[in-house]
T-cell receptor, first 112, second 112 residues
Framework: AQTVTQSQPEMSVQEAETVTLSCTYD???????LFWYKQPPSRQMILVIR??????QNATENRFSVNFQKAAKSFSLKISDSQLGDTAMYFC?????????FGKGTMLLVSP | DTEVTQTPKHLVMGMTNKKSLKCEQH?????MYWYKQKAKKPPELMFV???????INESVPSRFSPECPNSSLLNLHLHALQPEDSALYLC???????????FGSGTRLTVV
């Protein structure tokens, strides 16, 4: 069984600043994958970044990067140079042998 | 084609109506999913189809009936729904668990 915990229901950041969203997880599986999804008001879930658990190197996608601490079961998302279009609900998710397990989400508001 | 297409985008139905939601993908993904999402909540898994066979049914009421006519199509038939079934219904597909899911933009369902 897997659980994913996002402890920040809401966060705010000003444009051009950096923000970090937290996520912790628990799994009994050895081979798993971690994801961050973004869901803007337009409602489509968009894959932001993925991390393979057996890779030590943190994943990076343009302004988005993760801090993956496997021993601590922590998988935080850092957004650099925040833009107004980053305003969205962000869901952390894990995928083992079963389906995706989502956290409860963090609503990020980017203000001018 | 790297999209999951859902129709209709919006649907209003009475409690005695019968309607269907449609989902289509042409990425060759062999797993397809139906999720239900309430406002500001994570998606909740309803059904999983793997190689066109129903592999997971998360104890969903029988008023929701899934169908997978072929590897590209997934339907969700709705009958005698309740107002509490009003939600965003998301379809997703995946090639494998390593790459995450590709989501459609959803159908906003309102039951009156």
């Amino acid at each position: 069984a897997q659980t994913v915990t996002q402890s920040q229901p809401e966060m705010s950041v000003q444009e051009a600043e950096t923000v970090t969203l937290s996520c912790t997880y628990d799994t009994s599986e050895n081979n798993y994958y971690l994801f961050w999804y973004k869901q803007p008001p337009s409602r489509q879930m968009i894959l932001v970044i993925r991390q393979e658990a057996y890779k030590q190197q943190n994943a990076t996608e343009n302004r988005f990067s993760v801090n993956f601490q496997k021993a601590a079961k922590s998988f935080s998302l850092k957004i650099s140079d925040s833009q107004l279009g980053d305003t969205a609900m962000y869901f952390c998710a894990s995928s083992g042998y079963s389906t995706l397990t989502f956290g409860k989400g963090t609503m990020l508001l980017v203000s001018p | 084609d790297t999209e999951v297409t859902q129709t209709p985008k919006h649907l209003v139905m009475g409690m005695t109506n019968k309607k269907s939601l449609k989902c289509e993908q042409h990425m060759g993904h062999r797993a397809m999913y139906w999720y239900k999402q309430k406002a500001k909540k994570p998606p909740e898994l309803m059904f999983v189809y793997s190689y066109e066979k129903l592999s997971i049914n998360e104890s969903v009421p029988s008023r929701f009936s899934p169908e997978c006519p072929n590897s590209s199509l997934l339907n969700l038939h709705l009958h005698a729904l309740q107002p509490e079934d009003s939600a965003l219904y998301l379809c997703a597909s995946s090639e494998d668990r390593a790459n995450g899911y590709t989501f459609g933009s959803g159908t906003r369902l309102t039951v009156v």
